[in-house]
């Protein structure tokens, strides 16, 4: 009795390999492969962006050179990213290691989907190491025409086996994107540590990572341009409808209010009120935030 069922358990292993690796040679052979997608570029406004009017006072005359403000406690990391986002006009270019489906990525996303109401062509580059389980809310954020969506190098497996996935196939899988970046208008951007999530922004009572991010202008804007359109045209970037496996049109009439709820029930919470009245915040109102020039104006990766 017990050696039949230790050779149906062993079978049944013996059958989920031969699934997994069947899989795995599926996804390799399909992902790998360049994927026919439209090659595009950061889009700048006609003129000056109109955010810089808040960032350009300085300490020193920024001539040539790059200037950044630092974003030290986590209210005002949040609140300098749904400013750069509720203040551009022409492009967002978004690109994260992890982006997560709590709060703080809601309120976040709200924000992403209010500045593409009003034009703005967003653009979001999500590591795909850590989105198991996440394909239907990334289905509906992406069915707003001003939003596209690609994930960096992809498992074909969206929920079950994913990691078993990655040991048959740790060569190309294993090839992660770890930047950070928001980009607004081309022109100004917040690079450093902090991904999406509460656990970044000091939300509820979780865990809270002590990370550091920077508002930079300047000189070296053109070079985090460059590196974050590389990315999004690499070969690894694949277009979200060549991964998604279904497309709801009911989703359509929901996702609005379901974001407008969650700003909402947000903006009352005390980290909401916490963001809104943030030194970041206070510093845009009056019209006194100051930048620091640097010499430095290069990005490295």
């Known amino acids: 009795m017990h050696q039949r069922r230790y050779f149906i358990s062993f079978l049944k292993l013996i059958i989920g390999l031969s699934i997994i690796l069947l899989l795995s040679a599926c996804s390799q052979k399909t992902l790998q492969s360049p994927v026919p997608k439209q090659e595009s570029v950061t889009q700048l406004p006609r ?34 990213r749904l400013f750069l986002i509720d203040n551009a006009i022409t492009s967002l270019n978004v690109q994260y290691y ?25 653009r979001i580059l999500i590591d795909d190491m850590i989105t198991s389980g996440k ?14 969506l690609r994930l960096f190098n992809p498992n074909i497996l969206r ?4 990691n078993m996935a990655l040991l048959m196939d740790v060569n190309r899988l294993g090839r992660r994107m770890h930047n950070k970046a928001l980009i607004a208008d ?3 951007a917040i690079i450093g540590g902090r991904n999406i999530g509460n656990v970044y922004f000091a939300s509820g009572t979780e865990t809270l990572f002590i990370d550091y991010d920077i508002l930079t202008i300047g000189k070296v804007i053109p070079e985090i341009n460059k590196q974050f359109d590389i990315y999004w045209n690499s070969t690894e970037a694949v277009p979200s409808k060549e991964i998604f496996a279904y497309d709801d049109p009911k989703l359509r009439d929901t996702v609005k209010k379901d974001f407008e709820e969650e700003l909402k029930s947000f903006r009352k919470r005390p980290l909401g009120k916490a963001i809104k009245n943030s030194n970041f915040n206070q510093k845009i109102a009056q019209k006194n935030l100051s930048t620091y020039r640097c010499q430095a104006n290069r990005f490295l990766l």
Do not use: C
């Open 98 to 122: 992890i982006y997560e489906d709590d709060t703080i990525g809601k309120v976040f996303t709200a924000h992403l989907l209010m500045a593409a109401q009003r034009g703005v062509k967003v």
């Open 159 to 162: 929920t079950s086996f994913r």
């Open 135 to 148: 394909d239907a809310e990334w289905e509906k954020l992406t069915l707003h025409p001003n939003i596209k």
């Open 47 to 80: 003129g000056e962006a109109p955010l810089l009017k808040h960032l350009k006072k300085t300490n020193k005359p920024l001539a040539d050179k790059s200037a950044f403000y630092p974003l030290i406690q986590p209210t005002d990391a949040f609140a300098a």
């Open 186 to 188: 081309g022109s100004a």
